[in-house]
C-alpha cells in the first residue's frame, strides 16, 4: 500500500460514532503508530493503528488515543538531502507494509526508510552518493594545487 492511497481517506469507529479524514500518518521509527484525523467540525482526533482495516470504502478503526510525543507526522513533499548536502528530490510517497514503513519514493528513486533521518528536511544516511563527492573533492583539490 502506499502513503498517498491513505491521505484524505475516509475512516470511522467500528461502532460509526466518529468520523472524518486521514490527515497524516503518525510513526515512531518505520512503525506506524496510528493517524491523525480530522472531522467535519475540524476537529482532530489520533486513531490507533491497531485494528485498522482499510478497504475501497474507506477504513475502520477500533480505538483513539493520544499521538506518543516521540512520533513523527510524515510528510509529503519533503525535500530529501545525501549525508553529504546533495538534493536528491522530493518525497513523492511511501510503501507500506505490515504497518511498517519500507521505502521512501523520491522521484524515479527509492530508498529505505531506515536510511532516512526525518526532521525538517529528510537526510539519506549512506547516500551511496560519497564516491561522486570524493571525486568532486579530489577534482577541487587537484584545481588548487595546480594554481
Do not use: W
Not at 490507533?48 to 510525543?69: C, M, P
Not at 538531502?81 to 513523492?92: A, C
Not at 504497518?99 to 523520491?106: D, E, L, S, T
Not at 539519506?124 to 573533492?137: F, N, V
Request: charged fraction near 25%; hydrophobic fraction near 40%; include cysteine.
Amino acid at each position: 500500500m502506499k502513503a498517498s492511497q491513505i491521505y484524505c481517506t475516509e475512516i470511522a469507529s467500528a461502532d460509526n460514532k466518529k468520523r472524518g479524514y486521514i490527515l497524516s500518518i503518525c510513526c515512531v521509527k518505520d512503525m506506524i503508530e496510528g493517524y491523525i484525523c480530522c472531522n467535519e467540525n475540524e476537529n482532530e482526533f489520533f486513531a490507533e493503528s491497531a485494528g485498522v482495516k482499510f478497504s475501497e470504502s474507506g477504513a475502520t478503526f477500533l480505538l483513539t488515543g493520544k499521538e506518543n510525543k516521540k512520533g513523527y507526522r510524515l510528510k509529503l513533499g519533503q525535500a530529501v538531502y545525501s549525508n553529504g548536502g546533495k538534493f536528491l528530490g522530493h518525497i513523492d510517497d511511501f510503501t507500506i507494509k505490515s504497518n511498517r514503513i519500507v521505502c521512501a519514493h523520491v522521484g524515479k528513486r527509492k530508498y529505505p526508510f531506515d536510511k532516512l533521518i526525518l526532521g525538517d528536511v529528510a537526510i539519506l544516511k549512506d547516500g551511496g552518493i560519497t564516491a561522486e563527492i570524493a571525486a568532486k573533492d579530489m577534482f577541487i583539490g587537484a584545481m588548487l594545487n595546480a594554481q
